[in-house]
């Protein structure tokens, strides 16, 4: 073996053949004699192993090294490797002077790297388990037995007859192995009906071809023959249809004559002929001369006019000897040929005039000459008799037949998708799968029966040996690989292709569908070159092109066609090529790079390239939160940190970590609100790296974000010790952005507390700097997921409304509302939003309260904004209360805000909240409850500090303590209420508390 081949992965049948006993021979034989049977006994083997497709990759003393399925797979090695077998096991030795001489055979098939392996001195060989099982199956197998791995019986299953000798003991495996002897060929089986037909699935689709089947049967009936040619790729199912044909359509009376033209006989003239009739006259090798003419004559009906000529015709064709009965033919070969043709038609003819006649001819891609040329003749005869012929073959058959109006051809589609599906169904038989996985396994089938069958059954079958319970889990999604049954068939469409099968394998690192300039630059060969392999790849049915305006795209046509190229490569190889594809992509298409960052960190994960992979999980996710793709914008960030799990540790890799966490805390607080636990989380790994990393400049933005966290959570002593950290770390720095988020969250803690003026003093500190440092906007609005001046807006709005200046506090929150317009952040804005609703029903203004937090709500709705339904919610409903409004709805609406913002994990805004329902109550007279809810409400912000409402709360308790008659109490609580808003500057609340008081007094 001179030829240079690159090694690569690919299923193998592998056959080792041995000597039995050949010291006896050795003893009885003269060194030179020995030498030269063992030289014809190679000799034999290599030439059966060559007829049957396999080369011979070794010869060691007298053992016989074959492999089946390369260099270029056959969709039936493993069928091949059998039949050479048993071809060398049925050798008459002693032509060669070794009557004595016995074989033993041992075959296997699985998955091997196979090619010039340097561990082999560059030498043709194959490492894989496959190869060992073979040879241990051999040792085991007795003089003369050829004995297959289970592997090999499942992908010729049905062509042969075994035995099972049960699970085997072999040195080097750990588990017992099946193994099984080949007893011989089963003679009276098509390919459709040994292989498939054993678990055939309902029938699905094809109506219209079987109506037009159905049409074409009666008018044959009715003595128009007809011939039709049915044609598609492979598995898309023209044997089906034959098979529907004969068993539903046609009348179960009438005969039906099958021909398969197989892949192993297409050199052997009219070999399908003589296999049907050695089949229907029952001819078996034990049948002596006599026997057999007797079942010949059988054959041949009386009503035949030349019945003498006829039976010696068909005798020779089957090599039966027929001499003694009936005068030699003597004709020149060409002669009897024609003769031959002439009487088979004769005898279709007879046939037909005692019944209409089916007549199918099966696969003709592989049809001999001769039979060619006799379906030529039928289709011409078979116009004036009742006779329907059905023929079936590949698309790269091309028939040479002149068009005819009784001739047919059918071009049988793939399913429809909804058919997959509902096939897919089928073939579950009640085992739950998930509906994920029957959508994968129609995505990579493209509606082939074939593939649908073998890949479901593969992914139920793994699904069920790891789950034990029969029930299709994540297993079989994860094991959603090609079949075995039907790897060497995907990949003899790719071997036949020669050199244009690099550019599929290249292509297929790529993906399914591809432009050409990415493959020219990542392929590096020749225009031309790459140009005329595309061309054969489409040519050849692998490809499709598809010209979208201006660019050149291809695609596989088959999803497992270019898992079958992917899988061909190397580990290696793989992985290299996959970094030159995302190489390109950063370089060359950065567009592309941009638009589709999580292709380029599949293709960066895939060349174990794991920080640049994490660089673009990402941006992929931020990509995504920005298209509100949130849950893949959280399973992006999640595979970011699961490959950074497996890595080495390096700064340069905590501070990747750290960018995802606090990436994924930014869209967390989107997606569930700031005040989930994930959020928090995320944000407090995140702070824990920065303090691993000690200087990490990402700290601002990670303290801020948490700061958000705990105030809605309304730890008011963590965010004051980070707005702390803050404002003393930013000291240190140039940098504006820091020192106003210590301000803003200090102002936003105290304004929560209750302490309006300190509050107020932070705030507008921190908005002034924000006004000065104009430069470095954009940066913030990415790192502080929310606007700074938007946010100090907010809290500065509802201090000043607290402190009795409602309408500056209006002019803040809409100025703030208009500024997260400006800025465009869906999120931003509804927090303005509902603030602003919150400013003008703490203000009074409950017509604009009610419009403004109708808005936020429908905003929070649309969005999925969680942190803002609940409390959008209970604002609008507490401004219908206050515009009179009480209703059971409204009351409602109440619960139901309360139950949102409950649900988030918010602890902040929660007395306010309650406090509206409390209020409602009152209004609708249910005093004692709504004094339950303000118990509820003053525990709460007596255990948080969070003090800013409860002067209103108290407010709200006399309301309902007046409505049970209890004046002292109402007092009590009121006078309380204007002493805790007098110190809190809220004059707001004091001047409501001062009134009610006055009106109380002097009821
Ligand atoms: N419409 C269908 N409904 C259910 N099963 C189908 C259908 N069509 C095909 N099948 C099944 O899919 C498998 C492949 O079909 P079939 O063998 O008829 O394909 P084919 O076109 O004859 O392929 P080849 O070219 O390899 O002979 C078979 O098991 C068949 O029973
Ligand atoms: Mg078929």
Redesign the pocket.
Known sequence: MTDIRPAERRQLTVMLCDMVASTALSLRLDPEELADVIQAYRQRCADVVTAHGGIVARQIGDAVLAYFGYPRAH?NDAERAIRAALAIADTQWQAIGAADLRVHIGIATGLVVVGNLPQAGEELSAIGSALNLAARLEALAEPGMVVVAEQTRRLSRGLFEYRDLGPQELKGFDQPVPAWQVIGERRNRS??HA???A????????QSEVETLERLWEDARAGRGQAVLLS????????????VLAKRIVDRRCLRLWYHCTPNLQGSPLAPLVRQLALAAAITPEDDDEAKLAKVERLVPEAMPNRAETVPLLADLLSVRYQGRYPPLGMSLQRQKQQLFHELMQLVAVYAARSPVLLVV??L?WIDPSSDELVGILIDRLRTLPVLALF?A?TEFQAHWDANAHLHPIA?AP?ERR?SIA?IG?LCEGKRIPASMVDQIADKTDG???F??DLTRDVLESAGASAGDGDATNAGLAAMTIPATLND?LMSRLDRLGSAKTVAEIASVIGREFSYELLARTANMPEDDLREELYRLVDAGLLVSRRSSAVLGYAFKHALVRDAAYANLLRKKQAALHARVAQVLVEEFPETADEQPELVAHHFQAANDVDNAVAFLVKAAKLSARRSGFAESISQLGAALALLAVQPKSRDRLRLALIVHRTLGGIYAEYRGFSSAECGRAYNAALDLCRELGDAPEIFSVLSGLGSFEITRAAFAKCEALAEECLSRAAAQQAKPPFIMGHLLLGGTLFLKGELAAAREHLEEGLRIYEQDQTARRARQVLYVQDQKSTGLCYLALSLTLMGRIDDGVRAAEEGLRHSRALGGLHTINFSLCYLAAVHLIGGNFAAAVACAAQSLEAAREQRFATWVGISEAIRCGALVGSGDHGADVLAGLTRGIEGHTEIGAVAYQPFVRAQLAKGLIEAGRGEEAVGALAQALTQSEATGERFYAAEIMRFQAEALALRNDVTGAERSLREAIELARRQKAQLFELRSADALRRLVNA
């Open positions: 969709e390919r459709f292989l498939r037909a678990e055939l699935t309902p029938l699905v689709d094809r598609s790729e492979p598995g898309v199912g023209k044997s089906r249809l034959a098979q099966e696969d891609h079936t590949r049988l399913l058919d096939m089928l082939l029966p074939l649908i069958e068939s």
